[in-house]
T-cell receptor, first 112, second 115 residues
C-alpha cells in the first residue's frame, strides 16, 4: 500500500464546477504539500500545510492531522485549471524526514 | 513564490555521450536540492538528495557513477548523466529548499531523449 493515496485518479469537470481532490496518508508527517503539474512538466507548489486550512484565490486546501487526510478544493473551475495535482508528504520520523513522498497524482480536465 | 530555474528544458543526445542539467535557485539560498526522475504517467521518483558542499545521498538502485550530482554552491546543483543510454530517456526535475521544514520549489524539468 502506498504511503500516499490520492483520489480520484482522473477527474473531468465542466467549467464552473466545484472540484475536490482527496489525499490520504499513512505516516506521521511534518507537512503536506499540494503541487500542480502542467502538461509541459513544470511543477508549481500550491500549498504547504501542517494544520488547518489555507486559501489562495480559488484554491482551498485543508488537512485533518488526526484522520491523516487532506483535500484540495477548486472553486469556479476553469479550463486553465486542467493539470495533474499531486499530494506529497514529508515524514516526521527518522533520518528520511527530509524527503517528500508523492501520491500518484490526479489528472483534472476542465471542459469549457 | 521563489524561483528555481532548470536548464536545459529539453535535450537530445547520442548514446554514449554525457549530458549536464543545471538547477539554480534564483532568489534564495538552497541548502538542499533534490533530483527526481519521472516516467510517463508516473509520479516523481527521488534519485538523490544533495546538500551544499557535501556528497549527494543517492536512493537505492540509483547508480551514483552514472548520475553525477554536484552542489557546489547554495544556488546551483548539477546532474550529469554519463554515458547516456536510450533507457535514460526520461523527464528529470529538481527541487530546492531553503532549509528543513520550508516549502519546496521545483524547476521546470528537463526532457532527455537519448538516441
Amino acid at each position: 500500500k502506498n504511503e500516499v493515496e490520492q483520489s480520484p485518479q482522473n477527474l473531468t469537470a465542466q467549467e464552473g464546477e466545484f472540484i475536490t481532490i482527496n489525499c490520504s496518508y499513512s505516516v506521521g508527517i511534518s507537512a503536506l504539500h499540494w503541487l500542480q503539474q502542467h502538461p509541459g512538466g513544470g511543477i508549481v507548489s500550491l500549498f504547504m500545510l501542517s494544520s488547518g486550512k489555507k486559501k489562495h484565490g480559488r484554491l482551498i486546501a485543508t488537512i485533518n492531522i488526526q484522520e491523516k487526510h487532506s483535500s484540495l478544493h477548486i472553486t469556479a473551475s476553469h479550463p486553465r485549471d486542467s493539470a495533474v495535482y499531486i499530494c506529497a508528504v514529508r515524514s516526521n520520523s527518522g533520518g528520511s524526514n527530509y524527503k517528500l513522498t508523492f501520491g500518484k497524482g490526479t489528472l483534472l480536465t476542465v471542459n469549457p | 513564490g521563489a524561483v528555481v530555474s532548470q536548464h536545459p528544458s529539453w535535450v537530445i543526445c547520442k548514446s554514449g555521450t554525457s549530458v549536464k542539467i543545471e538547477c539554480r535557485s534564483l532568489d534564495f539560498q538552497a541548502t538542499t536540492m533534490f533530483w527526481y526522475r519521472q516516467f510517463p504517467k508516473q509520479s516523481l521518483m527521488l534519485m538523490a538528495t544533495s546538500n551544499e558542499g557535501s556528497k549527494a545521498t543517492y536512493e537505492q538502485g540509483v547508480e551514483k557513477d552514472k548520475f553525477l550530482i554536484n552542489h557546489a554552491s547554495l544556488t546551483l546543483s548539477t546532474l550529469t548523466v554519463t554515458s547516456a543510454h536510450p533507457e535514460d530517456s526520461s523527464f528529470y526535475i529538481c527541487s530546492a529548499e531553503g532549509g528543513f521544514g520550508t516549502e519546496a520549489f521545483f524547476g521546470q524539468g528537463t526532457r532527455l531523449t537519448v538516441v
